[in-house]
């Protein structure tokens, strides 16, 4: 049994996309190893992949996709994003056995997955971004401790702390008078 050319186009579509993510995920070609962006365009790659191979699928296959393609819209789009009231109004419609869903209903389906895939890499983005800064600060707020601790090292009196206090009537001590 022959694929039909336009499902062929978008199968092999399907395979290019998914072997351009294998390719930049490659050790022999990044010695280095794959960096973040690599990734991320590796993870846009089998995006694209994946909504190519859903559009392929015969209605009666995407209906049993449907469950988890809603609940991948609705952990990512809000509530009043227009593709996930648009899925949702889809999911609810039963399909009977001698009909099929329309053209404009598996397009809303795979626009809405889409949508949440491209949110759903958003967020992941801005987690690793946040991440790294916070690394960055921590790492100087380090440096700068251990700056102080050296300098308070090598001069006592450079670094004027409470640590070496001068004058004991100020600190406020317990067990000594404050005058």
Known sequence: MGVPPE???????????????LALLDDDIH?????VSHMIAAQLHLNRAR??????LSPEELNSYLPSTLSLVREHLSSKDPRRIALEGVARTKVDAGHQRSDGELVTI???V????????????RAASFARIVGWVITGLFCF?????????????????????????ITGQPGKENR
């Not at 092999?12 to 993510?21: F, I, L, V």
């Open 114 to 125: 889409d949508a949440a895939r491209d949110v759903a890499l958003q967020e992941r983005l």
């Open 110 to 112: 795979v626009e809405a």
């Open 7 to 21: 499902q062929a186009t978008l199968l092999n579509g399907a395979r290019d996309q998914a072997k351009k993510a």
């Open 145 to 169: 401790v251990i700056a102080i601790a050296v300098l308070t090292a090598l001069w006592p009196g450079a670094v004027p702390l409470c640590f070496n206090p001068t004058d004991q009537r």
């Open 31 to 35: 010695r280095r190893g794959a960096t």
């Open 51 to 56: 909504s190519l191979w859903l559009r392929i």
